[in-house]
């Protein structure tokens, strides 16, 4: 028996390190994830008013702020009692597609990628792992440059979110009551022109080069698949009724469900906090305790009726039924292309829809009191705010990442969460160089960037906290 650490995993958003225990045929038997990261935007908020948690929550994640902004807001939203009109739901919808298309073409080219190809024998793509690349030179080769491609495509969907939305990331005109930004004509055939080159590039260029990722690696789709359940929220609203592009629903089983926030929970006994384990977000708090015994993580494990689910694009296509192949690495790799181009196929409808020089915002005010649950789908999953709101501040704050989603902990029953359980029976070829480990963990594209390193500036680790609200 042995046991393999990496830590910190590179090529993802924040700092998570992932331990395995292997069995004398190097099959991993046992996995954590540990996120060493510790986000204390829930208490951050308190005390301040509702609309400043849609600019405050961007500060979460640089990678998908968009789907923070537009979830912070519509749980203030919910609060007051108000839904934007269309014109405001479409221009969040061009500015989340946007981030979208942007964060998908990161995920594969620079992120995943270079776990199967072969980069320069330069920085920034040494040192690397030296077995299992399986693509002639030619094929190399062309990956390689399609990875240098694809940096400028990505930043021409940021600046395609940043027309309406003002600037990515951290966008400025995402507020409750919808979105400050009115179109011009000028606005609209710059996004355009955009789209048009980024779409080229997804249908030339990406769909080759996923299927040929696919068909050299064939063996993952039978690999890193985990419990299999799925879980999505929904998301870009499609009128002012509710409809979504891709609706919300749970897959147990391999079979498709109903989804109510009623039956999430979040539990803490294998996390670094000292809140209450159990309870719905609208009911929970935040308070750390680093440190504590049996715990290994900051992330919290939620579970849906009681069992771990996993969030993503693999889930968003189970449910709306663009996807049903698989769960597996490749399985990830393929749904997050085919949503990828019904995105932008979705803008071009979209932005022709949009009306020029007409407001998608209305001024709700500060609801006195209330509460709301601000639920949509970032990037890499399901992403839900929930606030309290009293004496017109906020009172409580609660927030589930998709990452806390996929790399939870152990659960106080004893389940662990999505990626350790996809860990787990993986067979490693070289101990001493495990690709493999970092191929699964990088289909679920996971984000651990959601607030500061817990240390002090010399370096030394902190065990205690003194928490204290703004109240600003």
């Known amino acids: 028996m042995s046991t393999i650490t990496l830590d910190p995993i590179t090529r993802l958003e924040g700092h998570l390190k992932i331990n ?29 008013v509702p609309k400043d948690a849609a600019f405050l929550t961007q ?18 939203e919910q609060a007051a009692k108000f839904t934007p009109n269309l014109q405001g739901m479409l221009l969040r919808n061009l ?111 990406y769909q080759a080069d996923v299927n040929k990722l696919a068909s050299t690696y064939s063996d ?26 891709f609706p919300q629903g749970t897959v147990t089983n391999g079979v498709i469900g109903s989804f109510s926030q009623d039956n999430i929970k979040e539990y803490v006994g294998h996390s670094w906090y000292s809140s209450q384990s159990g309870t719905n977000p609208a009911s929970g708090s935040t308070t750390p305790s680093y440190g504590k015994s049996g715990a290994y993580t900051w992330l919290k494990a939620p579970r849906y009726n009681g069992q771990p689910y996993e969030a993503g694009p693999l889930a968003r296509a189970w449910i709306s039924g663009d996807y049903k192949k698989g769960v597996s690495v490749m399985d990830r790799h393929m749904a997050r292309y ?38 949509t789908e970032a990037p890499r999953g399901a992403l839900g ?30 389940n662990v969460g999505p990626i350790e359980k996809a860990l787990i029976g993986t067979t490693i070829a070289d101990i001493t160089q495990p690709v493999e480990l970092l191929r699964i963990v990088h289909s679920f594209d996971p984000c651990t960037g959601c607030s500061v390193h817990v240390m002090s500036p010399d370096g030394v680790e902190m065990s205690k906290f003194i928490i204290q609200p703004l109240g600003i």
């Open 20 to 48: 395995v225990t292997l069995d004398s045929s190097n099959t991993v038997t046992a996995a954590q994830a540990s996120g060493g990261l510790y986000r204390d935007f829930e208490n951050l908020l308190l005390n301040r």
């Open 220 to 245: 993952y789709y039978k690999i890193g698949k985990g419990y299999g359940n799925l879980i999505a929220y929904g998301v870009f609203d499609t009128d002012t009724n509710g409809t979504k592009l």
């Open 95 to 205: 500015i989340q597609g946007s981030n979208y298309i942007s964060d998908h073409i990161l995920h594969f080219y620079h992120l995943a990628l270079m776990d199967y190809v072969k980069g320069p024998q330069s920085h920034p793509w040494t040192p690397t792992y030296g077995q299992d690349y399986r693509f002639d030179s030619t094929d190399n080769q062309t990956l390689v440059d399609n990875y240098i491609k694809a940096l400028s495509i990505r930043r021409k969907a940021h600046e395609m979110g940043a027309i309406f939305g003002g600037k990515l990331p951290h966008a400025a005109s995402i507020v409750p009551g919808g979105v400050t930004a009115i179109p011009s004509a000028v606005d609209i055939t710059k996004f355009k022109s955009n789209l048009s080159e980024i779409t080229t590039f997804i249908t030339d260029t």
């Open 59 to 76: 500060r979460i994640c640089g990678l998908c702020p968009v789907s923070h902004a537009i979830s912070s807001a519509k749980a203030v």
């Open 385 to 414: 705010h929930w606030v309290s709101v009293a004496s017109s501040k906020i009172s409580k704050y609660q927030i589930i990442t998709p990452t806390c989603w996929n790399a939870s902990p152990m659960d106080d029953s004893g």
């Open 338 to 375: 085919i949503e990828t181009a019904k995105i932008a196929n979705n803008l071009s409808k979209w932005i022709d829809q949009i009306q020029v020089n007409k407001s998608g915002y209305t001024d709700i005010g500060t609801p006195a009191s209330g509460s709301g649950i601000g639920l």
